[in-house]
């Protein structure tokens, strides 16, 4: 691969990666309600989680698709269903004071499990992996989970700490709920694009 590639390739990776989408949305739900130490273990699986995805899309899951279309709308229905209930369980999260005892953050394994669930993530791997790694090779396919890997956690990171810092004025479980209640209503509108294709 290229300077040139790989420095196109890292651009694709930022702007997908930092753009919001579920996992950015529920990162920065999870850094305000759980603060930033406690969604470390979401913000891995979400790193790691789609990095192995990307790795197994670029070696020949992405051909599933192409063998038997129906799988794509499986996939769809599935992603959609498991994000309108996390949008409930969002939007339901424990006020400050009960958070201990009911709330707990998404765990490393839950993250790297969604990312196949995930629109958005299967969106960007398909993508990463047709434009970046077309021959399929796995050199290829390996550098671009490499690079993503590399601007995803940082990206990632981004959005729990703008959580985090949204936690001075989340101090009252009112506005905690408004902001639930806010990241839910978004989580279900970044479906609009899978919806609409």
């Given at each position: 691969m290229t300077k040139d590639l790989i420095l196109a390739l890292a651009a694709f990776a930022f702007v997908s990666s930092i753009t919001p989408g579920p996992n950015n949305l529920m990162l920065m739900a999870s850094g305000a309600n759980f603060g930033l130490?406690?969604?470390?273990?979401?913000?891995?699986?979400?790193?790691?989680?789609?990095g192995l995805m990307l790795v197994l899309v670029g070696l020949g899951l992405s051909g599933l698709f192409a063998a038997w279309p129906p799988a794509a709308l499986i996939l769809k229905v599935v992603s959609v269903t498991y994000l309108l209930w996390l949008a409930w369980k969002i939007a339901n999260a424990a006020p400050p004071e009960d958070r201990a005892a009911a709330g707990k953050p998404m765990t490393f394994l839950q993250a790297a499990a969604f990312q196949w669930v995930n629109p958005k993530a299967w969106t960007m791997s398909l993508s990463a992996v047709t434009l970046y790694a077309p021959g399929r090779e796995v050199a290829s396919v390996l550098m671009v989970a490499l690079v993503f890997g590399l601007v995803n956690m940082p990206s990632v990171a981004i959005w729990a700490s703008m959580g985090v810092q949204m936690r001075r004025f989340l101090k009252t479980p009112a506005r905690?709920?408004?902001?639930?209640?806010?990241?839910?209503?978004?989580?279900?509108?970044?479906?609009?694009?899978?919806?609409?294709?």
């Open positions: 130490r406690r969604t470390v273990p979401h913000m891995l699986g979400v790193g790691i989680g789609f905690l709920r408004r902001f639930n209640i806010a990241m839910a209503l978004l989580l279900v509108a970044s479906l609009y694009p899978v919806l609409a294709a």
